[in-house]
């Protein structure tokens, strides 16, 4: 290199001198074009370096004896017009260096054609690979997941699975999922590697109606990156799997035989713990026959009075109430009811006779039986039955009455 090197780059730079230069390199030896070595370069430069950071170096070799340093280099993208921006090359040199921060995720290759200028041209082209930085957490392919699951459901039974995908590459994209909370009692178990989301202990709906598990997703990176906004929302669906009960059985009440019909005697209640059909519940009455003197309102449990009662004929009712749910298949349980019939004074006494007659000498003793009478009251002694003495209306007679207490009551009579 001598003072002639320093005054030539001008003239090799611009296009508008070629005579000067033909007429030197003929003074020298034979022209001959510049051949890259090799004539394909592969770099790998990282993502998010900042501007300048070396790519790499293209070398081309003149021939031409003396004149290795007129070459001038350049580049241009041979397939994206996108990487111009990204690489500078200096045009003496060959360095490629970097000319703004990278993307691997928008382009992770940059190819170009390289050429060297002196009296020919010379390509070569040079493939840059982009290497990945872990720049990029894991997202869900969803907002939130949804799943409906009935409580019966087997255990290890697949609820959902959940995805989520990372830009990067490599161990940098690997996602791993983890319930981060929601999964209070430990009902769900959800595979690191494939993000399946399993029922792995039994469900309540009585218990938990709904869960809402907040799920995470990290990659291998290092350091790792993760995103915990995955939501999965578990509805749990209501299973007929509670037969009602009866509260406060057995059941047990009195009503008074002159009740009218419609009169509501004693109301009976189940409880379902399900949930819609499942826990609606119908009632019915057991072991009636025709003409019974009860019915039960279907929906509501309370029994009633049917028609109309007579202790005197029946006192006592026992029979049965079911409680019978709407779920498929229904669920039944059944209870006993007793209902005692209390009397009231519905019925007069009479006679067992309706006409008596005695024969009486006149001379008899004061305190003579003169004649038994008796009478038979249907009614129960405390609510004025066979206790009701006997007594003459008035006007008085020479005849005492003599009252009795038993059923059929002789009444005695006797002179006064
Ligand atoms: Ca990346
Ligand atoms: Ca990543
Ligand atoms: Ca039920
Ligand atoms: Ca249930």
């Known amino acids: 290199m001598g003072t002639g090197d320093i005054e030539d780059p001008p003239s ?32 790998s430069v990282g993502e998010n370096r900042p501007a300048g950071t070396p790519v790499t170096r293209v070398t081309a070799v003149d021939p031409d004896e003396g004149e290795a340093g007129q070459l001038r280099y350049a580049m241009a993208a041979l397939f994206d017009s996108r990487s111009d921006a990204l690489f500078a090359m200096d045009p003496v ?12 995720e928008s382009k992770s290759t940059h190819v170009f054609r390289v050429t ?31 799943a409906q699951v009935p409580e019966d459901v087997a255990p290890n039974s697949a609820v959902l699975r959940v995805t989520a995908t990372d830009r990067d590459k490599g161990s940098n994209a690997l996602v791993h999922y983890s319930i981060v909370s929601g ?28 869960f809402t598990l907040r799920i995470r997703a990290q990659d291998g990176g290092r350091p790792p990156l993760s995103n915990i906004s995955g939501l999965v929302t578990v509805q749990v669906l209501d299973v007929n799997d509670n037969a009602p009960i009866f509260v406060s059985t057995p059941f047990q009440a009195t009503v008074l035989e002159n009740v009218p019909v419609g009169y509501s005697v004693i109301h009976v209640q189940a409880i379902d713990a399900d949930s819609g059909d499942n826990g609606r519940l119908i009632y019915t009455l057991l072991e009636t026959g025709a003409g019974f003197p009860f019915a039960i309102n279907n929906s509501t449990g309370w029994i009633m009075v049917a028609s109309e009662l007579d202790r005197e004929a029946v006192d006592f009712y026992s029979f049965g109430v079911e409680a019978q749910d709407q779920g498929n298949p229904p669920m039944a349980s059944s209870a006993s009811v007793s209902v005692t019939v209390l009397d009231v004074n519905d019925n ?11 024969r009486l000498n006149e001379d008899a003793a004061v305190g003579t039986s003169v004649l038994t009478v008796s009478a038979i009251d249907r009614d129960m002694e405390a609510v004025g039955g066979p206790s009701t003495p006997f007594a003459f209306p008035p006007p008085a007679t020479a005849l005492e009455c003599l009252g009795g207490s038993s059923n059929p009551v002789l009444g005695g009579f006797r002179t006064l």
């Open 116 to 146: 060297a200028a002196d009296h020919g041209t010379a390509t070569a082209t040079v493939r840059i690979a982009v290497e990945d930085d872990n720049d990029n957490a894991p997202q869900f392919s969803e907002k939130r997941y949804v």
């Open 93 to 104: 040199t060959g360095a490629v260096t970097t000319a703004a921060p990278l993307d691997r």
């Open 12 to 43: 090799a730079g611009a296009t508008g001198s070629p005579v000067t230069r033909s007429r030197s390199r003929r003074r020298r030896s034979p022209n001959a074009a510049p051949q890259f070595q090799p004539s394909s370069y592969q770099a």
């Open 183 to 210: 999964n209070t009692r430990g009902h769900f178990y959800i595979d690191a590697q494939t993000g399946a989301l399993d029922v792995v202990s039994p469900l309540d709906y009585e218990v938990s109606k709904e």
């Open 348 to 358: 007069s006494p009479e006679f067992t006779q309706r006409e008596y007659s005695a």
